[in-house]
């Protein structure tokens, strides 16, 4: 996973720090995915990143918290560009529901340790008054975007009558329940799931 390039050039980076920014980011990936949010010191993520010292970091990023922040962005851009490519451009609502299910689960199943680091730092990271961090953002990704497509489908007669922010989190808790699954089981026919829940989903949102 990359920091997206627009981003870095924003930040006024030059190619090597934006490159060992990064790197840091990989690593801090793949030590929370790993380990989980309360075992990702700086010592871990040096040593998965192959670097010499934790000055590494503390020259890019100023402490854990501005670190998970640029580590949730990263995240956040990664997962966005990879639903905006697969995700037609001209299609009906109810297409699009349909599009959002099985890009969401092959999401999953091929970046698992990009997912369980998101998560992990949406539920553990908190402010210095013990408030979590990124409530806001996390809430609008997981539930925000997808309950506002939901009314528009409603108002273009398109769905049926439900309350489209419930309707959002019962389809994020699916797909959450899903990505559990798929930790416990390497193995599951994804694609047999995909096609299961998108077909449910379908079923509670279509017009009669």
Known sequence: MRVNDEFDAGLGLT????A?????????VDVIAELGFAKSSFARIIERAGLSST????????????????TLMALID??????????????DRATLLRSFLEV??????AHPRQVLALSEIAANARDSD??????????????????????????EGQFTDFDPEIMARTIRH????LAQQLVADPGLDVEHYSAELTALFTRATAKP
């Open 15 to 18: 190619p090597t720090e934006a």
């Open 20 to 28: 060992r920014r990064a790197q840091i980011i990989d690593a801090t």
């Open 55 to 70: 000055r590494m970091i503390s020259y890019h990023f100023a402490d854990k918290k501005e670190l998970m922040t640029a």
């Open 78 to 91: 990664h997962h966005d560009r990879y639903v905006e490519e697969h995700t037609p451009a001209d299609a």
């Open 104 to 109: 969401e689960i092959a999401y999953l199943a």
């Open 130 to 155: 013990g408030s979590p961090l990124f409530d806001i953002v996390v809430h609008d990704l997981r539930v925000g975007r997808l309950a506002r497509q939901l009314t528009q489908g409603q108002r």
């Open 174 to 177: 699916a797909l959450e329940g």
